[in-house]
């Protein structure tokens, strides 16, 4: 497995709370991202990063930031966390390197907001 | 916008029965395909991927997925599911020089195995 980690791995926070879940990667991989998974959606992306500090937004967005400092880090902030966030987060890298984008995932971190 | 369409919600198969899950993409370009899987209470893996080449692609596990381009499909096949196959399976699509390499996932079909 890829060495990607996530914490907190479980989380329960109350809305109007301010939430950041953070990403660690080991294999020095260029690309980023953060998705979340919801019964009957798929995985929908949030933000992705294409290097330190390169940051953009994805299909579902609002009410998250991104923040990407050093290349092992990607953190995923909720500023004030709503119920509708409830969700299964999960974040992935990518070299891009052989072209083919492919992606590997982290363990997820299941966020509950009362 | 581009899209990825799993036909199936959920199958229920016994032991030893065939398996073919359908993906469609609509995107008339280059792609890149991925049948990835999800056990239980785990996160997702890679089964197998598509770049260019050999439409047939062969990935672990058994699973092997056609692309057939003038469909615009890569469906999932396994001539023979074991009850550990029960899993949830996603398409995705890499739009080739799309936007940094980003994935539209499927929406996921879930596969049941009888024991």
């Known amino acids: 497995d890829a060495g990607i980690t996530q914490s907190p791995r479980h989380k329960v926070t109350e809305t109007g709370t301010p939430v950041t879940l953070r990403c660690h990667q080991t294999e020095n991989h260029r690309y980023m991202y953060w998705y979340r998974q919801d019964p009957g959606h798929g995985l929908r992306l949030i933000h992705y990063?294409?290097?330190?500090?390169?940051?953009d937004k994805g299909e579902v967005s609002d009410g998250y930031s991104v923040s990407r400092s050093k290349t092992e880090d990607f953190l995923l902030t909720l500023e004030s966390a709503t119920s509708s966030q409830t969700s299964v987060y999960f974040c992935a890298i990518s070299d891009g390197t052989s072209g083919s984008y492919e992606q590997f995932f982290g363990p997820g971190t299941r966020l509950t907001v009362l | 916008a581009q899209s990825v369409s799993q036909h199936n919600h959920h199958v229920i198969l016994s032991e030893a029965a065939s398996l073919e899950l359908g993906c469609n993409y609509s995107y008339g370009g280059t792609v890149n395909l991925f049948w990835y899987v999800q056990y239980p209470g785990q996160h997702l893996q890679l089964l197998l991927k598509?770049?260019?080449?050999?439409?047939l692609v062969k990935g672990i596990k058994g699973f092997e997925a056609e692309f057939i381009k003038s469909k615009f499909s890569f469906n999932l096949r396994k001539p023979s599911v074991q009850w550990s196959d029960t899993a949830e399976y996603f398409c995705?699509?890499?739009?080739?020089?799309?936007?940094?390499?980003?994935?539209?996932f499927g929406k996921g079909t879930k596969l049941s195995v009888k024991p």
């Open positions: 995705a699509v890499n739009l080739y020089g799309g936007s940094q390499g980003n994935l539209i």
């Open positions: 990063s294409y290097g330190v500090k390169d940051t």
């Open positions: 598509y770049f260019s080449g050999d439409p």
